[in-house]
Each structure stands twice: as structure tokens, then as C-alpha cells.
């Protein structure tokens, strides 16, 4: 069994930052990870990706934290990271943290619980 558990999450103001964190632990079993990613969701919204890392540590970001947001991940410790600058009321969500992981198979998707990160003015 894989879990991702993320952490890091909180209340800041505007203009603030935050970094959350997610790593990947099996018990019991090796597993590979593919594409790490962070996703949020807001009240009463979808889910929305955020920003995505792969193996190589290439990554993309969603327009709306592209220049203030920065995802990375060490693939030793099987943990991604999301690095919040500059955040804005807009922002608060539940983060969720996403990989598909190789632990039979078949690649999956697997999801963390989710942080909430709240920005006031």
C-alpha cells in the first residue's frame, strides 16, 4: 500500500508564502514514481492542477502561479515540494498532492488527503 501525505499547509496574509510538502511511502513494497503534481481545489470550485514535475524535473505550471509558484521534488526521498510565493486571497484551497506510482502491475493515480492554505487580506 502507497500513501502521499502532504504537509505544510496554513493560514499566511497577501503577499505571504508557503511551502508544502508530499512524500510517497509503501509498506512492505517497492514501488517506482512517474509524474508528480499539485493540484488545489477552492470552495464551491473543480479541482485545478497547479503545477507538475517529472523524473527529469522538467516542469509546467497553470498560468495562475506561473512566476510565483515553483514545484520540485527529490526523487531519493520520493517527496515533491511546492514552494508558495507571493500568494494571494485567490490561492486558499485544499492542495492535494498527486503521483502516478508503478507498486504493481500497472501504473496508478494516487492522491494525498489534501493541506489547506488560507490567504487573507
Known amino acids: 500500500q502507497v500513501q502521499l501525505v502532504e504537509s505544510g499547509g496554513g493560514s499566511v496574509q497577501a503577499g505571504g508564502s508557503l511551502t508544502l510538502s508530499c512524500v510517497a511511502s509503501?509498506?512492505?513494497?517497492?514501488?517506482?514514481?512517474?509524474?508528480m503534481a499539485w493540484y488545489r481545489q477552492a470552495p464551491g470550485e473543480q479541482r485545478e492542477l497547479v503545477a507538475t514535475v517529472s523524473p527529469g524535473r522538467t516542469t509546467s505550471y497553470a498560468d495562475s502561479v506561473k512566476g510565483r509558484f515553483t514545484i520540485s521534488r527529490n526523487n531519493a526521498e520520493n517527496t515533491v515540494y511546492l514552494r508558495m510565493n507571493s500568494l494571494k486571497p485567490q490561492d486558499t484551497a485544499v492542495y492535494y498532492c498527486?503521483?502516478?506510482?508503478?507498486?504493481?502491475?500497472?501504473?496508478?493515480?494516487?492522491w494525498g488527503k489534501g493541506t489547506l492554505v488560507t490567504v487573507s487580506t
Open positions: 498527486y503521483a502516478e506510482i508503478l507498486a504493481g502491475p500497472r501504473w496508478a493515480d494516487y
Open positions: 509503501g509498506t512492505r513494497i517497492n514501488f517506482s514514481i512517474d509524474t
